[in-house]
């Protein structure tokens, strides 16, 4: 397993759970991801959320992507730790805004748009889980990005 392997996942399943640290206190959302490629995990938000401050106080982050079996009714999960970064180039804003028709439904017209926030997980590590690691965490491959 490599790192395109885990982008490949993340992308093929897209809804995660994010886990970000308020103080001392984790606070756990689902987010949809924008995209994933070999720079990192990318999303787009709203600046006035929790979620972005909670990013700028602490950019140590979890996320958690889920995909169902059929043969199981545990799938399998993909786990990447890491640090965010809050984007401010123009070209990766104005992109956001013509993929993701929600940005436009925030009112969000223009890159330079202060409500709009993009971010990114851009170094950590990522592993794959399934049942067949239940009771062998430790024995889960890392990869490093």
């Known amino acids: 397993m490599d790192f395109q392997d885990c982008v490949r996942f993340a992308n093929e399943n897209p809804l995660c759970h994010v886990a970000t640290v308020d103080g ?7 987010l949809i991801m924008w995209f994933a ?6 999303f787009q938000t709203q600046s006035v959320k929790a979620l972005c401050k909670q990013i700028k106080n602490n950019p ?3 996320l958690c992507f889920y995909a169902p079996r059929t043969d199981s009714p545990v799938g399998k999960m993909l786990r990447v730790s ?8 123009m070209a990766i804003r104005a992109r ?7 940005v436009k439904r925030w009112g969000i ?3 330079e748009d202060p409500l709009l926030e993009v971010f990114r997980i ?20 890392r990869i490093k990005f």
């Open 60 to 62: 140590k982050v979890e």
């Open 122 to 141: 851009y170094t950590g590590e990522a592993h794959l889980w399934t049942t067949e690691y239940n009771l062998r965490e430790s024995e889960i491959e």
């Open 37 to 42: 490629d070999e720079s990192g995990f990318y």
């Open 82 to 89: 890491g640090e965010a970064e809050i984007l401010n180039d």
């Open 24 to 30: 001392d206190q984790p606070r756990v959302r689902m």
């Open 109 to 111: 017209e223009k890159p």
């Open 96 to 102: 956001a805004i013509k993929e993701r028709p929600q």
